[in-house]
């Protein structure tokens, strides 16, 4: 395959807000995909890109009709509505990065998924929740969201936990995690990332 008809999936950044640890995780993940070992795999290697919410900072939802009902973009009333769209349809895939707020997900993430709907549909994704569990709640209630959406939501979703409080709190205030390197505390997870992201490939190359 050539590199012109490799995928192009984006990492979602699903927390906006500052500080933050989200950027952290997404870097990781990034890493773990980007250095996995492409001779175990039968998927060419894809281009990753991010998208932060933060950076968007879309207004609360604030179309006057349905999405699903929307045939193009240009049908959105408003800019940043129609730029989030372009957006969108540029990937074939997503890599939702996302904590766990009072047992459900971000407010963010939810309205940035409401904008939209043709955008979404048919496409895989894949979730990577985190928390002191692991945001394993979180993780289930937005699959429900996507599969709303018509999403293709991989099997495996790999959800990090914290190993301590000390370490919650830290991601709390942005701190820098041990992460990356020998002796990360996530180094374990780096398999179930890789099994996650090559269920993620196969919804790609099924569609
Ligand atoms: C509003 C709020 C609610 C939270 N609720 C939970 C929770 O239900 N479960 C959990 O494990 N951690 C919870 N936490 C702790 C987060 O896991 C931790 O703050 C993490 O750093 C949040 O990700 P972020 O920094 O990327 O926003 C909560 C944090 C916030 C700010």
New binding site residues.
């Given amino acids: 395959m050539s590199s012109l008809t490799l995928p192009s999936i984006a990492v979602i950044?699903?927390?906006?807000?500052q500080?933050?640890?989200?950027?952290?995780?997404g870097a990781f993940v990034t890493e773990i995909i980007e250095n996995r070992i492409p001779s175990i795999s039968t998927h060419p290697h894809p281009k990753l890109h991010l998208i932060d919410l933060a950076a968007w900072n879309l207004p609360l939802f604030d179309e006057p009709g349905i999405p699903s009902q929307v045939s193009s973009h240009s049908e959105y009333s408003q800019p940043h509505t129609r730029a989030w769209s372009l957006e969108i349809q540029k990937y074939s895939a997503f890599i939702f990065?996302l904590?766990?707020?009072?047992?459900?997900y971000?407010a963010v993430i939810k309205n940035a998924i409401d904008y939209l709907y043709h955008e979404w549909h048919g496409k895989p994704a894949m979730i990577v929740s985190?928390?002191?569990?692991?945001?394993v709640?979180?993780a289930g209630q937005l699959r429900q969201v996507l599969q709303g959406v018509r999403m293709n939501v991989a099997e495996t979703m790999p959800a990090l936990?914290?190993p301590s409080k000390q370490t919650?709190?830290q991601?709390?205030?942005?701190e820098e995690l041990p992460l990356l390197g020998e002796e990360g505390i996530w180094d374990s997870e780096r398999e179930v990332v890789c099994k996650a992201f090559e269920e993620l490939l196969t919804l790609v190359s099924q569609k």
């Fill in positions: 950044l699903c927390s906006s807000r500080p933050r640890v989200c950027p952290q995780i990065i904590p766990q707020y009072n047992w459900g971000p985190y928390g002191g569990h692991g945001g709640k979180a936990s914290f919650l709190l991601a709390t205030k942005g």
